[in-house]
């Protein structure tokens, strides 16, 4: 399995400010995506992260808010700008891996907006 | 229809019990399924795939297909406390290599 780590683990942040995750893989892998989960709730897919070229971002999900970045095969970014307290959630990074089809999970980034 | 669905629950089984976890699924031609487990507070975990018809078993797991049926099982055998967590199904998007359609997982309590 890939492993997956974030940072920071979690954060407690004012309304307006803007906070970027970075998501680091141990090995390349063929596509990363961000997750958002809210409490009691389930995931919900922000965007793909693509290497080099801008993020397909799912319904109801825009760059200005999230913008992200993939610099390389291992590494990638999520900005939540101009932070509200309906911000507040669990950020996912999540994999797929070159070697197996299988999809994998970092250990979260539990966002807090007051 | 979503594309996976789970029943949410809770589900509550005694220690030592079977506790049986279902999940449909809409594509038919859907070929991989996949269940993770998530403890409160933690990420989802990879825990079982299946891509044949039938049961696979991996310890006290065992997964079960049933592509006539669009039906996809997990059951867990002789149920611990540890096993209390939330359940999820997931089927990849488009077939192998893309991102999973994910159920929004059933929750399970085992009471000892």
């Known amino acids: 399995s890939a492993v997956i780590s974030q940072k920071p683990s979690r954060d407690i942040c004012q309304r307006g400010t803007s906070l970027t995750i970075q998501c680091q893989v141990d090995?390349?892998?063929?596509?990363m995506f961000w997750y958002r989960q809210q409490p009691g709730q389930s995931l919900t897919l922000i965007a793909t992260?693509?290497?080099?070229?801008?993020?397909?971002?799912e319904s109801g999900f825009v760059i200005d808010k999230f913008p992200i970045s993939r610099p390389n095969l291992t590494f990638s970014t999520l900005t939540v700008s101009n932070m509200s307290p309906e911000d507040s959630s669990i950020y996912l990074c999540?994999?797929?891996?070159?070697?197996?089809?299988?999809?994998?999970f970092g250990p979260g980034t539990r966002l807090t907006v007051l | 229809q979503k594309e996976v669905e789970q029943n949410s629950g809770p589900l509550s089984v005694p220690e030592g019990a079977i506790a049986s976890l279902n999940c449909t699924y809409s594509?038919?031609?859907?070929?991989?399924f996949f269940w993770y487990r998530q403890y409160s507070g933690k990420s989802p975990e990879l825990i079982m795939f299946?891509?044949?018809?039938g049961d696979k078993e991996d310890g006290r797991f065992t997964a079960q297909l049933n592509k006539a049926s669009q039906y996809v099982s997990l059951l867990i055998r002789d149920s611990q406390p540890s096993d209390s967590a939330t359940y999820l199904c997931?089927?990849?998007?488009?077939?192998?290599?893309?991102?999973?359609?994910f159920g929004t997982g059933t929750s399970l309590t085992v009471i000892p």
């Open positions: 999540s994999v797929i891996t070159e070697t197996y089809n299988e999809q994998f």
């Open positions: 997931a089927v990849p998007r488009g077939g192998a290599g893309n991102q999973f359609y």
């Open positions: 992260a693509n290497q080099g070229s801008e993020a397909t971002y």
């Open positions: 299946i891509y044949s018809n």
């Open positions: 594509d038919r031609g859907s070929q991989s």
């Open positions: 090995s390349q892998v063929t596509m």
